[in-house]
């Protein structure tokens, strides 16, 4: 019989927090999320994928349909439901930042940028762009900048910003599990956002 792995030190000193990672689109949340997820021994969820579930059809036809504003609300709704529960890295969608009501559900785990920069992130996207509502303009990359500044405040708020390289999505999450000691034990004090590069 096979023997369930021993659980990370981390998982009971993190006392069931959800660990949410936030950043732009294609800045790695699920890739690296579900790496994380398994090495802390929580369970992964990725916003998106819900909601696709609960409309039956993929993210850019809610958007066509319901609007940015019909998809940002049932956004916080899935937010919401999983803020019900505990032990989970969670994977935003790139605007989940922008509703002030969303911060008071992340703000109960412990919350991760992932930040490629700039240049990484807009390559990625031009291999992606089809499945990017918010790029299908004439200017994807206009576009984009003007996300990405209305973004980056809210992203800053973040408890731990991890630049990332050209790391495979493992090794970022190996860089969050060796940060997050160095996190936990600053809460409590007035802690400052912590930055952790390559």
């Known amino acids: 019989m096979n023997e369930s792995p021993t659980p990370h030190p981390l998982k009971q000193r993190l006392g069931g927090r959800n660990l949410y990672l936030v950043g732009m689109m294609a800045s790695g949340k699920s890739s690296t999320g579900r790496p994380l997820a398994e090495q802390l021994s929580y369970g992964f969820v990725d916003t998106d994928s819900v909601i696709e579930q609960l409309a039956g059809q993929p993210i850019p036809k809610v958007f066509s349909e ?91 708020e973040a408890d731990l910003h991890v630049e990332v390289g050209e790391e495979s999505p493992h090794q970022v999450a190996e860089r969050i599990v060796m940060a997050l000691p160095g996190l936990i034990q600053t809460e409590g004090a007035q802690s400052v956002p912590q930055t952790t590069g390559e």
């Open 66 to 156: 319901e609007g940015e504003e019909g998809f940002r609300t049932m956004e916080s709704q899935v937010l919401n439901a999983i803020g019900q529960r505990h032990s989970l890295v969670v994977a935003t969608g790139g605007g989940i930042v922008s509703k002030p009501e969303n911060w008071g559900v992340l703000h109960q785990g412990i919350v991760i940028w992932l930040n490629p920069g700039r240049k990484e992130l807009l390559r990625r996207l031009n291999a992606d762009s089809g499945n990017r509502p918010l790029l299908q303009t004439e200017d994807p990359e206009e576009a984009f900048d003007c996300l990405f500044a209305e973004r980056l405040p809210l992203y800053s």
